[in-house]
């Protein structure tokens, strides 16, 4: 799991012209094992246990890892061209480190920055901790968050960032076969994602962006289940959702799975909610404004009187997570544009009916949107019909 070498050098370009506009002097991208996707997306490593920065200089262009000696020791391995610094300030307290040799931070980033006094850019501020916050502000003449920058900068994926996410979906498809294979009254639903993650594993997946998800009946409520060793039976709906990573890229799908014939309602209920993900659907284009699209959805809910039961909105970005910005609301300011990446995550939680979702990916495409998943389509009409 890394990012190709030219990906890295373009962004930090990117990164040094964003400093060099902002009139600032070093650029630091904080990550930690709950805000990993900046520092992947600069460095290459998914970390685990320890927190760090990755260091741009605005001046001379030269990149670093600042972390503490875990991820220092990953790093040279799987990065072995990305210069790395142990910080003291990222060493685990308590813990002995025999044959570490640490360094301080006012050194390292006095040495990068190539200056005595020096302004930074910080991205992932928002997830830093105070401690650290307070250290660079004792040593920078300044701390300026550009954060959204770093965001917008995301949104569009690039060639090599679009094949991980399409491969991802892939795997996400191999997932669901099999989980589909082994939906039956009877088996647990342990057993049944057991399959799912099988399949997936083999199929290439380094990991998962979230735990999967599969829940039954008033458990399907808790929005992201995980499974039990409750027994499926003839008459549940079991909610799976299924978000493999490749090359540090996520997908999701998200389909109920009716077992054996289920209640007139029950079928009604799925299926008019397949019908808003397929107005949702229809209206993907570039240029469109995620506002339209937030209000477009609420309108087609509220004409199959589902609208009370939607908890968040109906589309995200996903990429490095499988939910991240921007997020459809009705004051979003962005628009559809090519090369994003985007899911519809519709779900709806009833107090009687209980929780369904449908979630797939589609790239933004010039004249439209591509479905990442190619078997969803026929999946779910597939499910809908066989559920009558």
Known sequence: MTVPDQDLTQRWRQL???GTVRNLDLMLVYFDEYNMADGFYFSGIWTQFERGLVAVSTHSGRAALLTGPETARYAAVHVPSLPTHILSVFMAAGAGYPNTRAQDLPDVLADLSG???FRIGLVGTASMPVPLHQALSYVAEELVDVSPEIERLRQIKSANEIAAVRQAFHISEQGLQAALRSIEAGVTETAVAGAAESAMRAAGAEGYGYSTILATNERSNAV??????????TGDVVMVGLSPRFQGYCASLGIPVPVGPIEAETHEYIANLLLVYREIERALAPGIRAQDLYELSRQALLRVGLDSYQLYGAMHSMGLYEAEPPFLSPSAPWHLQPGMVLAIDLAIFHPRLYG????????ITDVGAENLANSFQ????HLVERAI
Do not use: H, V
């Open 224 to 233: 992201f289940s995980r499974p039990t060793n409750r027994p499926i039976r």
């Open 16 to 18: 040094r012209e964003l």
């Open 378 to 381: 026929s999946i779910c009409d």
């Open 356 to 363: 369904i979702r449908f979630e797939s990916g589609y790239l």
């Open 115 to 117: 200056r005595a006094s």
